[in-house]
């Protein structure tokens, strides 16, 4: 059966269908959850919306998620997995309580997801502007397609992934092992944000298989850094902490050492634009450096990642359908 597309103006009282579901929520989490979010269109004033109220619980992390679920089933709610959306853990109710409709999400604290959830929840509300010409929009797409959800997504798609690259990832580093697709990532990041792109590769070698020196490397650095939006992909260890005090936004590629290797053999005569040459053959040297990676490089980037993680929105990424699901959820946000 298709699904129909309602869209109506705010109402007041979704504020209120918030508080009771939250109200009916804390009789079993209270103890494990850390927050109760009201997110989607309902919880932004004056935002017409689906009349249906979306909530994200918050935990600490994974540690008391099966205390969660629990909890939550003795109030009707069945756990249906992340649905595709890492750290985002979702719950259809069947309780017998006549509760307003709504969706229902566990995240962890530290979920991509919900920063972005609130974030854009949160630029809504002070963007009043934002608001009526999403408003607008909606209302259109609900009456161009009110029988397909997915026209209706799609419809409205371009005007989600316009507030989001005003509101996420203005200055953004993209580092992990050679060969685990993180330029290719890189790439794909600059032209769906339009953030400039800059492979320190590019900036470090020189045609003739030569570098630049030290200082003016770390010169053009800083001059990224003067700027007010952009992606530097690569990981150079040395400046790696530089680059992570500067971004908002972190991603690591962690992928197995046999699908970077995979991924450094499969570019071999390829032309690529983070290098200035083609390389035709797999350097040893190279080659040695990729099987260490996770022992000589990782664990420094995982110290630093702990360092600065509350102050970064940091995504981990540990495979090439990780990184495709990411790109999915941009569209796939519940507003």
Known sequence: MARKVIVVPYNEQWKNDFEIIRQYLLTAVKDTAIGIEHIGSTSVEGLSAKPIIDIDIVIKDYSVFDKVVERLATLGYIHEGNLGIKDREAFDYRGSTDLPKHHLYVCPEFSAELRRHIAFRDYLRNHPEAVTRYSRIKEEGAKIFPDSIDDYIKFKAPCIEEIYKKIEMQKVIVIGCPGSGKTTFAEKLHKYTGLPLYHLDAIWHKPDKTHI??????????????????????????????????????????????????????????????????????????????????????????????????????????????ADRYFKALVNAPF
């Open 213 to 322: 020196p030290r200082e003016e490397f770390d010169e053009r650095i800083s001059e990224i850094f003067a700027t007010d939006e952009w992606i530097i992909d690569g990981n150079y260890n040395r400046t790696i902490e530089i680059r992570l005090k500067e971004c908002d936004t972190v991603f690591l590629f962690d992928l197995p050492v046999e699908v970077c290797l995979q991924g450094a053999t499969e570019r071999l005569g390829k032309g690529r634009y983070d290098l200035p040459w083609n390389e035709k053959e797999l350097d040893p040297e190279f080659e040695g450096f990729i099987r260490d990676f996770s022992k000589t490089s990782l664990p420094r980037i995982y110290e630093l990642i702990d360092k600065y993680k509350t102050e970064k929105q940091v995504i981990i990424l540990h495979s090439h359908e990780e």
